[in-house]
DNA sequence: GGTGTTTGTGTGACGGAGCAACTATATGCC
DNA sequence: GGCATATAGTTGCTCCGTCACACAAACACC
């Protein structure tokens, strides 16, 4: 309990700051943040129950969504939101624990695949359920369809302004630029 | 099996997933994921031109906005997304910095604030006026007023859900429950 | 076909953050 | 007052991810 800040004896006073602290700009993004953390920590939950991060989550999935169930490490890099050395690392420990393996790329000795295994299907088969009722709880549900198709509107704008390289993003490939 | 016959030039037979991977809500939610991330690297990449990561921006601010310009470290840990042992290292560099000062709270030996120096003052200055064009042009901007209006709304509804503790959250303080 | 450059991946060192354990203080109950 | 319990904060350990660098293979250009 602050009550015990002596709000009185000392009017405090501060160098002023030149921006509006309380500029609803800031706030607004605010919103965003802990929208998205609550949402981001609601999954991880799950995500432990099934002996996942959610970086491992998003490997399998979108490993799974490709083509051959594979993707070359740089690719993979691409799409999530990590470092190549950052790829290797996940790629290792996911392949110790027999999710994901390796394979030699046989047009370009440089590069490897990651490709997701049985176990790794299977694992994300199980998590796929529980994610998708979360998902829809705390995010699709809390929405009308209106609002939910605004807010999608309106993530696009945002996403395309501030990721043009990735235009396409979640499903397809990037455009040949 | 008919070698001479090629049934399928398909090469991969793959365990099915149960759950269809392209289900929509996926993809909203990954275009969620890229519209925040995509914000917050821009951002970040502005507090770095000012020597400060994404969460020391936080603390300076949330220090900045509250009576006093001081926190209970717990407290500071229950607005931030970070454990309270991560406020203690973070509230150690900035100390070190120069940027934060520890006092001693009068009324609860155990309690300790952080307080916001005239050094984090200024370098919060510093990097606001720039941070605010950015939350302008990557984020306010992009939208039409009914489109930032729905998008808080919805928001808004979804912060409510998965964060219910923090109902006031970002300005106010959170009520007696 | 050699040589320089670019690209794909892995590695060592480092830093940030969480968990669990610990200390010190406060509080409740008798 | 005295003890049990709860709370505030710090610290040791560990994991995870990045950066900078190393190395190998592909490519470009002459």
Redesign the interface.
Known sequence: M?S??P?VK?P?Y??P???D???P??????????????????FAAQFEEHRLSAVEFEVL?RL??SP??RLRMTDLAGQT?LSTSGVTRVVDRMDRDGLVRREACPSDRRSSFAVIT?AG??R??EV??GH?EL??Q???G??SPA??D??????????D???PC?TA???EERPAA
């Open positions: 602050p015990n800040i709000r000392s405090v501060h160098v700051v030149s921006t602290l309380d500029d700009r800031f706030t607004a993004f605010g919103l965003f943040a802990e929208a998205f953390t609550g949402l981001t920590n609601r999935m799974a969504r051959g169930r939101s049985e299907v299977g994300l088969d796929l359920p998708l998902l829809q705390w995010f699709i809390q929405l609002e939910l605004g807010m999608l509107g309106s993530l696009r704008k945002i996403r302004a501030v990721n990735a993003g979640t499903t």
